[in-house]
């Protein structure tokens, strides 16, 4: 089994776990799963992601995950 | 309507106080807050103003919104001439200070000459006077608000300066509810040049709108639908903090002077970190966000710290323990220094050190000598004597200029633009210098989906965000609150009384930042002020996501005539005589 691993951060949290902890999300064994392929089956709602990174780095929605990957999803800012 | 149509203008050479009225073909033009205070500033100082002389004035000013229950629209701004760089300066602090200017019945406060003896200024309803503040003189901000909340009552409120301010330190800001600020430029050093220690505000008025239920109507429907969705919500449930990580991952969180944009210590600085030491949150007057945090950690506790204090005060510093940075913030804020630049340049004198050019004692990841440096540089003391200069006064005293974080003597703010190409147009172009307010292409270059690594249409990203804030910053709304200019004009209408448009919002935005242009360009800047330092261009980053990247000069050269073309400013980035009259500049 292919796990790789999801953790959310600001409001975004409330798609993880009750406590906004880590999550864990299951690769399908038979085909290629993207960032967004794993936005649209945890039902984040796209618009409302803004920086995704995939083993610390900053990553594109067409980033292909493999098994163990750590990504982290963060909300769109504005101001600074 | 939406405007209390008066205007507190006070000498302090003479002691004389006067009410006027408010300009109201200015007011249709620039609405308020920075923009209103510019064209007040470019109108009534005279062309090369020694910022610290008594011909330069100070202009608090609300806006519009003030005061009333649209969202976010608690700022105060703060318009002088600057002292670090004699450019145009305009800053602004939160908290309630705004409102209740408001409500003792002025739209903005004038401060012009200089006072013989210190002094404040209180302001209760109407009434205004200055009273005597030698026994304030030498005290930090919090002691001094406590203070004068004693004299002058618990529902007060109080904008201050510290000891950095008194002695004139160019990066002196101004505290406001003993934790915020209106940081960059000098405006703290502007107050202690006129012997003014301080402002009290008490007001018990309100502020007339013209359509009330429209206004509740429009207001509503923006909270509900607008501000406080997922769009906005990270500012309250994290706040600046949740940058760290955002930067360190996209490779853009300066560490050890710009050196790298990636730092090892990182998650002791970042937002979990943060959330395990909060002991509170804060909101400014009306704002549904609060993005305040009082943080605890260890024996400091500061409202705070921002990503600003973290970046450039803790991994730009080589700093990963979180209970120095929050210690560092407590002390600038109480003593009256901005934390980006007195952050800067720190870190540019352990990278003098390193380098072997001038060693002042602070190293990079040294706690103690970190920890000493605020309080020399406010009183002037030892190495604070040479710290007090900046970075710029620095590298022209002893040399390092190529590392030398600053635009137009400015200091750099927590963001690398090797990282994020249009930030550097952005630092390069703002009028005041490196400077984040202006424009932040970073959300959506470094933390968005545009490619950082190119100038391509990066000229006309920034020149409408530098709109967008400039006209927000007029209306004065939070830069926090990504609202569209339609829903500002929504907003608007039933203030005013009249239809407003988000295109007139747009232009006022423009003509706004023009006129700040054409105020710099009568101080003497030029294109060639227009730039970043040599580092940006020459040398790779180290390690992180952007390993080896640098922002090619010849690019940066391509993105900036485009950006003077787009304006329509010639060569030498002086606006055009068609794009002043377009913009009702002349
Ligand atoms: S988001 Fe923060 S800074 Fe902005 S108005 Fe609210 S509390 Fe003040």
New interface residues.
């Given amino acids: 089994m292919s796990i790789v691993k999801v953790d959310f951060r600001g409001p975004l949290t409330r798609y993880g776990n009750n406590d906004g902890s880590l999550s864990e999300y299951e690769l399908p064994a038979d085909s290629v799963v993207t960032v967004q392929d794993m936005l649209d089956k945890l039902g984040v709602p796209s618009h409302h992601v803004g920086l995704v990174a995939v083993n610390g780095q900053k990553a594109a929605r067409s980033t292909v995950l493999k098994e163990g990957y750590k990504i982290i999803l963060f909300p769109v800012v504005a101001g600074g | 309507m939406g405007y209390i149509n008066s205007v507190l203008r006070v000498n302090l050479t003479t002691g004389e106080i006067s009410r006027e009225g408010l300009n109201r073909k200015w007011a249709d033009l620039y609405y308020g807050g920075k923009g209103l205070g510019i064209k007040y500033l470019y109108q009534e100082l005279e062309p090369g103003t020694d910022p610290l002389s008594d011909g330069n004035k100070i202009i608090l000013l609300t806006g519009p919104f003030t005061g009333t229950i649209v969202p976010c629209s608690g700022k105060l701004s703060v318009v002088t001439k600057s002292p670090l760089n004699g450019a145009a300066l305009d800053c602004s602090v939160g908290g309630n200070i705004a409102g209740e200017l408001k409500y003792a019945g002025y739209d903005m406060v004038i401060l012009e000459g200089k006072s013989p003896e210190p002094v404040y200024l209180v302001i209760e309803d109407g009434e205004a006077s200055l009273m005597e503040a030698g026994f304030l003189w030498g005290r930090g901000t919090l002691d001094t608000e406590k203070e004068l909340l004693k004299l002058h009552g618990e529902g007060a409120r109080v904008l201050s300066i510290g000891p950095a301010g008194e002695n004139i330190i160019p990066y002196a800001c101004l505290t406001s509810e003993l934790y915020r600020q209106a940081g960059r430029g000098g405006a703290g050093a502007v107050f202690g040049s006129k012997n003014i220690k301080a402002v009290v505000v008490r007001g018990t008025g309100g502020v007339g709108v013209a359509d009330m239920p429209g206004l509740l109507k429009a207001a509503q429907k923006a909270m509900r639908e607008d501000l406080l969705t997922?769009?906005?919500?990270?500012?309250y449930?994290?706040g600046?903090p949740?940058?760290v990580?955002?930067s360190?991952?996209?490779?853009i969180l300066p560490t050890r002077n710009f050196q790298q944009a990636t730092f090892e210590g990182f998650e002791s600085l970042a937002?979990p970190s943060m959330q395990k030491a909060r002991a509170g949150k804060k909101a400014c007057l009306s704002c549904g966000l609060g993005c305040g945090n009082y943080t605890v950690k260890g024996a400091a506790r500061v409202e705070g710290p921002e990503?600003e204090t973290l970046s450039i005060g803790g991994s730009n510093c080589g700093i990963a323990d979180l209970e120095a940075v929050v210690k560092f913030n407590a002390l600038c804020d109480d003593l009256g220094l901005d934390t980006i630049s007195m952050g800067s340049t720190i870190a540019f004198a352990m990278e003098m050190t390193e380098k072997g050019i001038k060693d002042l004692g602070l190293r990079f990841g040294d706690v103690s000598s970190y920890l000493e440096a605020p309080e020399l540089v406010a009183f002037r003391k030892g190495k604070g004597m040479e710290l007090a200069l900046g970075v710029r006064g620095l590298s022209e005293r002893y040399g390092g200029r190529e590392f030398a974080m600053q635009v137009k003597g400015l200091e750099f703010p927590g963001?690398e633009p090797r990282g994020s190409w249009g930030m550097g147009l952005a630092y390069a172009t703002a009028p005041r210098g490196a400077c984040?307010?202006s424009a932040?292409p970073?959300?959506e270059e470094?933390?968005?989906?545009r490619d950082p690594y190119t100038v391509e249409g990066k000229a006309g990203l920034v020149a409408d965000l530098q709109h967008y804030n400039a006209l927000k910053f007029s209306l004065i709304l939070?830069?926090?609150?990504?609202l569209s200019f339609d829903l500002m004009a929504e907003l608007l209408t039933p203030i005013l009384g009249r239809e407003v448009a988000a295109g007139e919002l747009e232009l006022a935005g423009e003509r706004i930042f023009n006129l700040l242009r054409l105020f710099n360009t009568r101080e003497g800047f030029t294109g060639k002020d227009d730039t970043l330092p040599d580092r940006i261009f020459n040398q790779g980053l180290v390690g992180g996501?952007g390993a080896g990247k640098i922002l090619p000069r010849e690019e940066f050269t391509k993105m900036l005539g485009e950006y003077y073309r787009l304006r329509g400013w010639d060569a030498n980035g002086i606006p055009e005589k068609d794009t002043l009259i377009r913009l009702e500049l002349t």
């Fill in positions: 997922d769009t906005n919500l990270w500012a449930t994290d600046t949740m940058l990580e955002m360190q991952n996209s490779g937002s990503y963001y984040h307010m932040w970073v959300a470094a933390y968005g989906e939070c830069d926090f609150w990504a996501p």
